[in-house]
């Protein structure tokens, strides 16, 4: 029996080695552990497993800016934040030089030294927005129309984008304004024509895009102008088989603006003296997404409603003595970004309700907060006089206007827009 138990002690495993043989355990089951984690985290989205994130040693290799061979998944491009580009001298889709520019956008030429509101981008969150690419918007826009409707700050979007395409164009001759009319804020319409494309790019200056007309002879005195909510401005005729239409209005509709001028609103041929401004714009922003609806093609046209351009005057209102001068960089503080302005939530709400996958909401509001750093301010137009009013509406071209076209871009690219 002694010998029998000794034989078995003699058979069992020392100390060390047990201790050994449970390491060894230890260290396969967590390699095991590990490689099944790496393998899940670089199979999913990053938004999977947010607890064993490994992306700073296995990055994930982002689909390439273009060509877009493929349309790009779904992406709400309204929201994320303002990165810092780091490099002494920003990279500019286009410059100053560009002749299709406004006097009063060109910000450097007239005395704006820094140039630091250039070297931001827009990073969205949870994707990222594709690099425009000038020659593939112009190619899939080929023989087409591209029309931009509305108040002052779709201008500015206008001119940015006729920038940014006419860089992938050789010989800057072949685009030209097809009436020969000069290139002037003050025109109600300029269509410039991509000469090789056979392509326009079109603006219509309607500030309400409603019909704005003169008093009845028959209305009382205070009554000076009538804004008809059923209606749209005669333009709107000019617009049906465009393959892009970027539409905007709201600066207008503000109560002072309407107070001042003395106007009034009119529905079914009848002024209601009675009216406020936000009933006004609610029942017209449902007449032009029910026009839209009615009398665009969805296999032509592709439609955005672009929102609210917020403003930034500070210590004062724009024609007392308001200024943004001061501005250097982007806010950094979204909690400081003034209130949403309440005709956005009248568009929103029209858009939805007609359920429509070619009327979308161009959603540039939030991301235009921060930018009280990009406005023209002091630095306006040749000629302007001493102790003008600062410009804290417009923006500085290049400038912000520049992301609004490129969100534009990507939303075309994600509806696989070309024409036919």
């Known amino acids: 029996m002694d010998q029998l138990r000794t034989q078995t002690i003699n ?113 969205p969150h949870g994707c990222y927005l594709p690099r425009f690419n000038a020659s593939d918007f112009l190619e899939r826009s080929r023989n087409g129309r591209i029309v931009f409707a509305g108040d002052s700050m779709g201008r500015n979007q206008w001119e940015s984008l006729l920038c940014m395409l006419a860089q992938a164009v050789s010989n800057k001759s072949t685009i030209f304004e097809v009436n020969g009319s000069p290139i002037t804020k003050h025109k109600g319409f300029l269509s410039m024509k991509f000469q090789d494309y056979n392509l326009t790019v079109e603006y219509y200056r309607t500030p309400f895009l409603a019909v704005l007309g003169r008093r009845p002879i028959t209305t009382p005195p205070q009554v000076k102008l009538i804004v008809k909510v059923d209606q749209l401005h005669w333009r709107s005729k000019q617009w049906k088989g465009a393959n892009v239409i970027v539409l905007n209005t709201g600066h207008w509709w503000n109560k002072e603006k309407i107070a001042k001028m003395g106007c009034y609103f009119q529905e079914g041929g009848t002024i209601n003296m009675t009216m406020d401004v936000m009933e006004g714009f609610r029942r017209f922003i449902k007449t032009l997404v029910s026009w839209t609806t009615k009398n665009l093609n969805p296999e032509i046209s592709h439609v955005f409603i672009r929102n609210h351009s917020p403003i930034h005057y500070m210590n004062g209102t724009w024609d007392d003595g308001g200024v943004c001068d001061a501005a250097t960089e982007p806010e950094q503080d979204y909690k400081k970004l003034r209130p949403e302005s309440w005709n956005n939530q009248y568009i929103a709400n029209a858009i939805k309700e007609i359920n429509n996958s070619k009327v979308r909401l161009l959603n540039i509001t939030y991301l235009t907060g921060f930018r009280k750093d990009g406005h023209p301010s002091k630095y306006r137009e040749p000629g302007t006089p001493v102790g003008a009013p600062q410009d804290c509406s417009h923006w500085c071209l290049p400038g912000l206007p520049d992301t609004w076209n490129e969100i534009l871009y990507a939303q075309l690219l994600s509806m696989e827009f070309r024409t036919k």
Not at 20 to 31: P, S
Not at 57 to 69: A, D, G, Q
Not at 94 to 106: H, I, S, V, W
């Open 11 to 123: 058979q069992l495993p020392s100390g060390a080695a047990l201790i050994k043989r449970e390491l060894c355990y230890t260290i396969c089951f967590i390699f095991i552990l590990i490689s099944s984690i790496i393998a899940l985290n670089l199979g999913s989205s990053s938004r999977s497993l947010p607890l064993f994130r490994f992306d700073h040693f296995f990055p994930r290799k982002l689909p390439p800016p273009f060509p877009h061979t493929h349309p790009l998944r779904a992406c709400d491009y309204s929201y994320g934040k303002w990165v810092r580009i780091d490099k002494k001298n920003p990279v500019l889709l286009y410059d100053e030089d560009c002749p299709f520019l406004d006097p009063g956008f060109r910000c450097h030429r007239n005395g704006r030294k820094d140039i630091e509101f250039l070297k931001w981008r827009w990073q």
